[in-house]
């Protein structure tokens, strides 16, 4: 059985068909939330769906009109049933029209913060922000989680493994240039690696191009087999165990 521990369910491209493409689904899922409607809306499904579990945040091209209470609202839905961890958070310097860098950074720091309050573990967007994401990490050792879909150095992916944190694997690692991440999955301990979607977005090969869904997370599951000179079983196995284990689920 495979886990999908990142894929955005409550996304719009999903309107049409999300209750039957995720029964589809044999496996479990974590949907992280982008802003307070869409956490919201991650914990709804959460309830309606036996194997779906549910991340609230605040996404940094979502933390512009971010006011101090957000957070109480966020401390709220943290607390209800299913919800195994904050995210999606972190830096995002990729798109020059997000928010100013000094306020994501702001919001990024809040919601760790919130994250030690509740002693959960966190799921960390980091898209050209790698110097100031591990700065900021840096600052809460006793946080742990996941940074989804590294893409980050295999230098840094040293500190961030020696500090316990785990690392999310998604399309890109099946496509052609994808050496670096390759890298990265090569010296990644097997007992730190996660397996992720990010769906609607960044289909792996061969579905490129398309929608993508958790069930296209087996492509990642056979390449990080390949990697790792496993059968995409004993990955699928072992990527369960690792997700059930950060998350908490039993
Ligand atoms: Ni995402």
């Not at 309107?15 to 919201?40: E, K, N």
Request: glycine share 6%.
């Amino acid at each position: 059985m495979l886990f999908d521990t990142h894929a955005h369910y409550d996304d719009e491209a999903f309107d049409a068909d999300r209750d039957a493409v995720l029964a589809a689904f044999d496996g479990l899922v974590i949907d992280p939330g982008c802003t307070l409607d869409s956490s919201r809306a991650a914990v709804a499904l959460a309830a309606r769906h036996p194997h779906v579990y549910a991340a609230v945040g605040i996404h940094p091209e979502n933390c512009g009109d971010f006011v101090p209470q957000h957070m109480d609202e966020l401390r709220q839905l943290a607390c209800q049933p299913k919800v195994v961890a904050i995210g999606e958070i972190g830096l995002d310097y990729y798109w020059a029209e997000n928010p100013p860098r000094e306020f994501q950074q702001q919001v990024f720091r809040a919601q760790l913060e919130l994250a030690l309050e509740l002693d959960l573990p966190v799921i960390i967007h980091d898209r050209e922000a790698h110097g100031d994401t591990l700065a900021i990490v840096r600052e809460f050792p006793a946080l742990r989680g996941v940074f989804h879909c590294y893409s980050g150095s295999a230098e840094m992916a040293r500190e961030l493994l020696d500090r316990g944190w785990y690392l999310g694997f998604d399309g890109p690692v099946t496509y052609k240039n994808a050496r670096k991440t390759v890298e990265v999955a090569e010296m990644a301990p097997l007992d730190r690696i996660l397996i992720e979607t990010d769906s609607p977005y960044l289909s792996p090969v061969p579905m490129r191009g398309k929608r993508n869904d958790s069930r296209n997370v087996a492509y990642i599951a056979e390449k990080l087999a390949q990697i790792k000179s496993m059968t995409p079983e004993e990955m699928a196995d072992l990527t369960m165990a690792n997700g059930r284990k950060l998350f908490g689920i039993q």
